[in-house]
């Protein structure tokens, strides 16, 4: 079989090779049941048994502690922008850091149900930067803040979660870990809830990732759908509803795929973020080197996930576009709201794929010379 | 190949063959485009015109009229359980007719969000046949009336849509499709909006099929989170949020299937009604002329989809479904709140599984004479 090309898409993204051939091999009888992991009941052994181990792993991929639950749910991101204050808010007050456009879009989803505020932004200098915790002016009372924190279109993340506690709040902090989930630790310490969309780094879009403190759960809106209930979901083992079995199966995969890596001596997500800090440097480094791209984004918060760069000279993005696809090398246009050129480089994306988008820009600049 | 088992998984259920044999061999890239379809942004051409022909496809299999929409959404029926009314009830009173284990959830939702009333229902026979419309007790100024149009469990199924005008009221009617979709035609002179998950006759869970009348979008409550506002599903063409794209496309093959299928003279649609009924036929035949099996269900209300049987020597399930499982009959096994068998026959089922399933029956009968 010859080389794949190479996925640099923001979302629904590359997914493991080898995950995607098992997944053919076993499409119409898995584990000799006669049966496509499609066509099962969810209620059955089979099926039940994919699911426990799925949400096994990842619990020791990402060492979620016991006091916190796994979920299995629907809607994505922008539907838990709405689950999150339905289940957390109580209809009081919630605060909001804003640091790029999912950050935005859940602050504003939030009002629908709680008095939302903005207790800190990077809007100023056009979401290049991220507002330091210490300046955040967290409300009094506040159920919960909430931080995107990596944010997928302007290409920011938090390389450290802000405590809470040292600055002198009790609220549970929410995290949208959606576009850097598993491409690195999560200091569960400091986190109330995270969610995220699967289909970044855990597998197909259609399944979205709740993990949430035990604590939190019970305490929803009488609106709330029951299907969105985290109570009503942990109670039945993300199987309320009937779930998107495939797409768990398909996440369970990337679990186990996630649990060979090994990079020297790591293994699991540690071998991840040694992995993902390689590539980054590398994109990153070949960026702030060159006269002809660039990346606005500070240095202390550049995404190691979503790397958005310009040409400087902007009439040729077309072509650098266009080039790029006969290279193999997919999907590297800007979000539309920022314009230029995007790279996400999630954990299916190895090395040699940065490597061989850095010797393209290196060749296309030359031919622009 | 050997002969695959017959699955008569009530859903996730079984899909046909050719159909999972095609997106096993298109998993690593589709249509040449170096990309399986679960890597692609919903945003490319590639992966908008899977979505685009999947719903063109539907529109001409099921008929549905220009002034209807077709979305498709996340969550199941049990999430449209909140999401109807959110969307169509303004906070009034909506109409339910009882008819069996999922109509009973849809009411007790909707009274998160509305005055629910229970018009009509067949409880006190154990969900065995369907109240008349003639004696429907509809509310004066009913925001809509919802029915089951086919019971799953309790295998009620409503041969003729209801016609509400001609009972007087200007309700729009909406009903839950989810278990007999794409089995039969849909008369939409008398829907006001259908709803069904995809995991019986579409393809796999995780999308949700809404065909709604298009003056029915627009007047959902403040509090429907956007993701769920048919107004701006639809004004965003199903992608609002992340679309659940491999499901889509899984269920686009199943489209692209059924507008294959032919029986006699009748293609699509009308071919799966034909082929259906003989299924249907055959089995409750069989059944009527035992005295070993029964079926409670009135003769003219019977799903063609979910045939619900029962042992009358009950002691004998747990070797009957043995016996099943090992000649390659699956998933028998009745509803836990129903008990006995349940032989679910949709679309994919073919009329040999149904005879490979009456043939057991027989035998299984003598083996215990």
Chains 1, 2 share one sequence.
Not at 3 to 13: K, L, V
Not at 297 to 311: E, I, K, Q, T
Not at 324 to 342: F, N, P, Y
Request: hydrophobic residues 45%; charged residues 20%; glycine residues 8%.
């Amino acid at each position: 079989m010859t080389q794949r090309p190479y996925n640099f898409s923001a979302g629904p993204a590359a997914i493991p090779e080898e995950v995607l051939q098992q997944a053919a091999a076993e499409m119409l009888n898995w584990n000799g049941s006669g049966m496509g992991v499609m066509e099962m009941s969810h209620r059955g052994k089979e099926f039940m048994s994919i699911a426990a181990q799925a949400e096994a792993d990842l619990r020791e991929l990402l060492a979620v502690p016991a006091h916190f639950r796994i979920l299995f749910m629907q809607g994505g991101g922008l539907a838990e922008n709405a689950i999150v204050p339905m289940n957390l808010s109580r209809g009081g007050t919630v605060d909001f850091v804003v640091t790029g456009g999912w950050s935005q879009k859940s602050a504003k989803e939030a009002r629908k149900y709680a008095t939302a505020n903005v207790v800190a932004s990077n809007e100023a200098d056009g979401h290049t930067t991220l507002p330091a915790p210490a300046g955040w002016k967290i409300s009094p009372g506040a159920q919960y803040v909430h931080i995107c924190s990596n944010e997928t279109i302007h290409g920011v993340e938090f390389h450290e979660l802000p405590d809470l506690k040292a600055l002198g709040s009790n609220a549970p902090l929410v995290i949208d870990f959606s576009s850097h989930v598993a491409s690195r630790p999560v200091d569960w310490a400091r986190v109330g809830l995270a969610f995220g969309g699967a289909q970044k780094n855990l597998g197909p879009a259609g399944v979205t990732l709740v993990v949430v403190r035990e604590d939190l759960l019970g305490q929803a809106l009488s609106i709330c759908p029951s299907a969105f209930d985290y109570r009503v979901v942990a109670d039945n083992a993300s199987m309320y509803n009937t779930p998107p079995t495939y797409s768990i199966y398909m996440a369970g995969l990337v679990f186990q795929w996630l649990k060979r890596q090994k990079e020297g001596d790591f293994t699991g997500i540690a071998a991840m973020e040694a992995r993902n800090l390689g590539k980054a440097n590398l994109l990153y480094n070949f960026i702030d080197h060159s006269q002809f791209y660039v990346n606005k984004v500070a240095r202390d918060c550049r995404s190691r996930m979503n790397v958005p760069f310009f040409l400087r000279d902007e009439s040729r993005n077309d072509a650098f576009l266009a080039g790029a696809k006969e290279r193999g090398l997919l999907q590297l246009k800007g979000h539309k709201s920022v314009g230029g050129m995007r790279a996400s480089i999630y954990n299916a994306m190895p090395l040699a794929g940065v490597q061989a988008l850095v010797d393209y820009m290196r060749d296309f600049e030359k031919t622009c010379a």
